[in-house]
Each structure stands twice: as structure tokens, then as C-alpha cells.
């Protein structure tokens, strides 16, 4: 089987092409034939090796994934044999208080295909059953595979975390980035007002094509000020704070969400180790609250929502499977609005 592993951690050179055993579905897992699986910034971090994490090699990166099932194994269901699907990214036990409480994403044995466990940079994986969702009809599956990762992180995020309400006004940081393209539309579909930040004109463009009520360039050192002259943002501040950069904007998040409003973040693009003046948050009673994926129920409502037209995957850019390590490379840029894909 054909696949794009890592052997170590390193550049986007590191990426190579490798023939791997022909997967096979054990108990309860199926085997799905991927169409299609997008790139995230996970893998580049993965690529590039994190603290603490120790991979078996060779690798296989990937977390978004749609494709079709081509085998089930015992105890599942044969109606998945032949059927489109999408695939949850995250796998947990099942059986612990967390997972039969619906916070699956917060059980001991969480694991994020292609972070801790092989993913879908290939041509077939085994996945647990569970992981299985219909594809959307009408998407196809380049679409399909934009939705997963990012759609369910900027859910958990706005929906479950910050519970965005109607007339809310979100700021979100990288709005090009495939979680900030999310988090427009679900603030939207929320009824709240957007304020996107990006940094070219042209990705704000696109951010207003979505439905962001004003957009400022993150390149301009004036940024702050210019969130602040907005008469409906002004010395109050916004609701919430979509974060997802860290270290470069983090000062400022906590300067312009007003008093008792709440901040969410889910990543630090720009370096983890940020500061935070204790009196911002304790005076003006904020909420800091911190985010990764979502419950694999989310999915859900979220592809429902995609099927209905109300959410979007947007795709900036498809790249052959063997061209993985280009596509790292192009998405390290930053120049692209909305989601990587690798088809095999």
C-alpha cells in the first residue's frame, strides 16, 4: 500500500514515500479507502517533532479523512461495506466516565489519528467503527475531508465552551486558517457579529464573502486600535475572543474582551509561552478557557449543518498524495484561505 511517512522529525524533506502492509479490520474496526485527506497544522507540528512525544516510525500523518469502507471486522455492522464516509479523528476507550459522559475527548487514552496514531496519509487505514459518520451528500470528497478537525475544534470551541449567543460580538485571530474559517461560520450560524483579523487583504476579502461585519489587517502594528475605533467594540471590548495563535496576539485578547467576557483558546501558532497580567483577568472577571477537538457526537450536528448549506468547507488547494511535502511547505506560508487537501 502506498503511503507518505516520516522516518524522523525534521523539515518537509523528511516526508517520503513508503509501501506499507495492506491494512486489515480487526474487531470492530473497518478499513476505509481514502478519497482524500486534508492537511492540518498538527502535522506540521508533528513533523517538526513535539515535547514529549514519542512516535513509533515510521509514521503516518493525517487527521481529516473521507473515503469509502472497503472491509468491516467482526461485530460491525455490514451495511458501512461500500458506503461514503467521513472519519472522526479522535479515538478513546469508550468504557470511562469521561467517554459515557459525552467529554470522549477527555479520556486518559485519547489519541488523534495521525498525531498519536497513524492517520490518512495513504491509501488505506483501519479505523474503529465508531469513527464513522455518512458523508454529506453533495460533497464531494475533498469537501468532505475539510470538515472534520477544524469544524469540531471551532464547535467545542464557540458552541460548547464559550456558548456564543446572538448578537455576540467574536473576535477571531487567522481568520485564512482552517479553524478560523470554521470559527466565522459557526459564530455566524450563532447569530453573533464577526470581527476577522488576517493578514492580506485578500483573505479578508474572503472573510467578508462569509459573513465577518468587519475586517482588519493582523499585519498593521494599529490592529488593536482598529478593533477598538469600531463604534459597536469601543472601550466595552468584544464577547469572545477566538484564539488560536498564542504568544503574538495573546496581551492584546486579554486587553480587548470586556469585563466578565471570555476568551477560548485552542492553539499557540506563534509560540506557546505567552504572558498574562493576572490583574486583567481577575479585575475584570474574565474567562479564560481552553479548548481541544470536540466530542466525536458533534459531528453530528455540525455535518448536518454542512449537508443543509449552513456551514461550508472551504478548500484552497488540492496537492497529489506524493506532493505532501510541498503542501507542508505551502501551508507553512500561510497563504492559504481555508483547508489543504492530499488526494491519493
Known amino acids: ?59 503516518v500523518l493525517g487527521s481529516d479523512i473521507a473515503g469509502v469502507v472497503s472491509a468491516v471486522g467482526a461485530g460491525v ?23 459515557l459522559s459525552g467529554w470522549d475527548n477527555l479520556c486518559p487514552r485519547y489519541a488523534i489519528l495521525g498525531e498519536q496514531i497513524g492517520g490518512g496519509y495513504c491509501e ?51 481568520v485564512g486558517s482552517g479553524v478560523g474559517v470554521a470559527g466565522l461560520q459557526i459564530a455566524r450560524l450563532h447569530g453573533a457579529r464577526v470581527i476577522a483579523l488576517a493578514s492580506s487583504e485578500a483573505k479578508l476579502a474572503r472573510a467578508r464573502e462569509l459573513g465577518a461585519e468587519a475586517t482588519i489587517l493582523s499585519s498593521e502594528t494599529t490592529w488593536e486600535k482598529e478593533v477598538r475605533a469600531l463604534p459597536w467594540v469601543g472601550k466595552r471590548g468584544v464577547d469572545v475572543v477566538f484564539e488560536h495563535t498564542g504568544a503574538a496576539t495573546w496581551e492584546a485578547s486579554l486587553r480587548l ?25 481577575f479585575f475584570r472577571q474574565l474567562q479564560v478557557l481552553g479548548s481541544t477537538m470536540g466530542s466525536k457526537s458533534l459531528l453530528f450536528p455540525i455535518l448536518g449543518h454542512v449537508e443543509r448549506g449552513a456551514l ?33
Open 1 to 59: 500500500m502506498r503511503a507518505v511517512v516520516l522516518r524522523r522529525h525534521g523539515d518537509p524533506s523528511v516526508l517520503e514515500r513508503a509501501d506499507l502492509p495492506e491494512p486489515t479490520a480487526g474487531p470492530g474496526q473497518a478499513v476505509v479507502e481514502v478519497r482524500a485527506c486534508a492537511v492540518n497544522r498538527l502535522d506540521l507540528w508533528v513533523r517538526g517533532g513535539l515535547p514529549g512525544m514519542r512516535l513509533p516510525l515510521p509514521h
Open 77 to 99: 455492522d455490514a451495511g458501512w461495506l461500500g458506503r461514503e464516509v467521513v472519519v472522526s479523528p479522535g479515538t478513546a476507550c469508550g468504557v470511562c466516565e469521561a467517554c
Open 124 to 174: 488505506r487505514l483501519a479505523v474503529p467503527a465508531p469513527n464513522l459518520l455518512a458523508k454529506p451528500a453533495g460533497l464531494d470528497f475533498v469537501q468532505a475531508a475539510a470538515v472534520p478537525l477544524t469544524f469540531l475544534t471551532a464547535w467545542q470551541m464557540l458552541a460548547v465552551r464559550a456558548q456564543v449567543k446572538p448578537g455576540q460580538t467574536v473576535l477571531i485571530h487567522a
Open 257 to 281: 474582551c470586556r469585563r466578565g467576557g471570555v476568551i477560548v483558546t485552542c492553539g499557540a501558532s506563534s509560540g506557546h509561552a505567552a504572558t498574562t497580567d493576572l490583574r486583567q483577568v
Open 312 to 344: 461550508r468547507p472551504i478548500v484552497d488547494r488540492t496537492f497529489p498524495l506524493d506532493q505532501a511535502a510541498e503542501a507542508h511547505r505551502y501551508l507553512d506560508r500561510r497563504e492559504q484561505f481555508g483547508k489543504v487537501v492530499l488526494v491519493p
